[in-house]
């Protein structure tokens, strides 16, 4: 089921006593650098240091009270995996999580922290799909979805009813807004969002080279598998094709997606922590890495830039800005 | 003379087209560590990177347009420079600074960057307000004092007039702030702001240890002088007595302050970037440290930390990260 404005309504009524209401803040730095007004929403000061509580909070919502004792399990890179298992101890249910072994360190622990089982799998060997299946099948477990689910979509578009609020309060009408895409549950809700409040704002994608699904999809009409390859060091953003419910939703809101190469995540990194004072993790700046990419131009137009997640391992962010610091 | 609320709100009309509105965000890390609610006014991500520039921006808005040619003189550690550079950067006047050679190079290097002229002195032998005078008599240059102006403390206020603001709109009632303070700028023109604005916060002033000027002053119910000694890891903070126009504030509208050891402001930097995902300056960071070091117990309160300062070398924040990391 695609979901509608009405549900990005309903979620952010039902996810306001457990959410942050993240800022969007004008950046004097970029608005210095490109010539136009650039503002920032800070998703890295989200509870769980990621948008990806919105969605989860809200899915956890829905399951109704008597099913809640058999609890969740999802698969994740990390931030999700956060996202869900948060919401699970603030609903007093057990969690279940598929991690790759290679996630990092940072969002291993800060999941298990959170209470949640921790399951790890290959990355390139195991089908983490499966392996959820047949935890759900043990369990009675409710699957949670990284994206491609209503409840979800409608969690994260949150984002974009607070960007939308917060530029109508600061008087101004935002051109663009560049979201990080992985499955692009976060994109697609948050133009669903934007369109709903009544913003006439583009909306674009950014992805990693290689694993740039989302642009490949729009620019074809019709959902696109990307190459794949390599891992890039956005190990947040590496799905390799949108959700079949995201799609529905982008390929009438979206506007045309962009690429950025590890090199250009990388140096946001380094951008983010040495000009913005943020830490952020090296997916969690793809947005802001088009820009600094020349992706897009910036000049005379007001901008919005999600920094979607912020739970890179301090040794990440150091090592970026050892390699390429901020000129 | 000591400015009044309505100075306050004269400053936040002033500066409103050159200065970010920053943020104020709750923590949920830190309501979790504290059975608080916690929220934090980012600073950091002030045009510049820390408040001074609202107070330097409505001091030279005040300047009349007939001795703007002359410029401004400034002698600070940094974070003030970098403020009135910008602003007389922004209203195309000439600015020469007068900086500790010591002191970060990124705050060097920044005000450097915002068109200012350096001079730089040494902090132990020279006499930085001997070296300002002399270059105002030679120029006829406006001096810009760091604190002791009421220009200054007004226009440091106004970040305490959208603490005020943020509150009323989420619907909190803050019972306590924390502010760093060195000269005291920026913790009287809070406190002025939030009782003007009907507030009932107790406002408290954060020092390191040995410079805590402004907690022996209170006790002593009149100016007393910090003991000194060893620089202070907060290069930001070494004021050794609070202003005379300050403490006319601040005995009749602070609460009493407290002090922190350089380990409680390493371990905040650390804590910052790790879990609040946060560059934070060594002295921007004091209103935490005092925090996490127990000097306030926050549980059952709603209380709001004053991050104030971002400029710090990330090799500060890397070497904190390493030496103290977080938990």
Redesign the interface.
């Known amino acids: 089921m695609v979901p509608v404005f009405a549900d990005v309504e309903a979620a952010a009524a039902r996810i306001a006593p457990y959410a942050?209401?993240?800022?969007?803040?004008?950046?004097?730095v970029l608005n210095a650098l490109t010539g136009g007004r650039v503002f920032l929403k800070?998703e890295?000061?989200q509870?769980?240091?990621s948008f990806k509580f919105r969605g989860a909070c809200n899915r956890l919502a829905m399951i109704p009270l008597n099913e809640r004792s058999k609890g969740v399990v999802a698969f994740s890179s990390g931030n999700h995996a956060q996202g869900v298992a948060a919401a699970a101890q603030l609903f007093g249910m057990p969690a279940v999580i598929v991690m790759p072994s290679d996630a990092p360190r940072s969002k291993i622990e800060g999941t298990r922290a959170l209470g949640a089982q921790i399951v790890e799998y290959d990355r390139v060997q195991d089908d983490r799909e499966a392996i959820a299946a047949r935890i759900r099948e043990e369990r009675g477990a409710a699957l949670v979805r990284p994206y491609d689910d209503a409840a979800i979509i409608a969690g994260q578009g949150t984002a974009g009813l607070e960007i939308a609020e917060d530029a109508a309060r600061?008087g101004v009408t935002l051109d663009d807004v560049l979201s990080p895409c992985s499955g692009g549950g976060l994109v697609s809700g948050v133009a669903l969002a934007l369109k709903g409040a009544g913003s006439a704002a583009r909306v674009h994608s950014v992805e990693p080279e290689r694993f740039d699904g989302m642009k490949r999809s729009l620019e074809a009409g019709a959902r696109a598998q990307a190459p794949g390859g390599p891992l890039s060091i956005a190990d947040a953003l590496m799905a390799p094709i949108p959700g079949v419910i995201v799609f529905e939703l982008a390929k009438d809101l979206l506007a045309p997606g962009f690429a950025v190469s590890d090199e250009d995540l990388e140096r946001a990194v380094s951008f983010a922590?040495?000009k913005?004072?943020?830490?952020?993790e090296p997916g969690g700046t793809a947005a802001l890495a088009a820009l600094l990419a020349g992706r897009i131009d910036a000049r005379g137009k007001t901008i919005a830039l999600i920094l979607s997640g912020?739970n890179a391992d301090?040794a990440t962010v150091?090592a970026a800005?050892a390699r390429l610091p901020a000129p």
């Not at 993240?22 to 004097?28: G, H, Q, R």
């Not at 913005?276 to 952020?280: F, G, H, R, S």
Request: net charge positive; charged share 15%; hydrophobic share 60%.
């Open positions: 942050v209401r993240t800022p969007l803040v004008e950046s004097a800070l890295i000061l509870r769980t240091g600061f922590a040495q913005l004072k943020l830490l952020v912020g301090f150091a800005v």
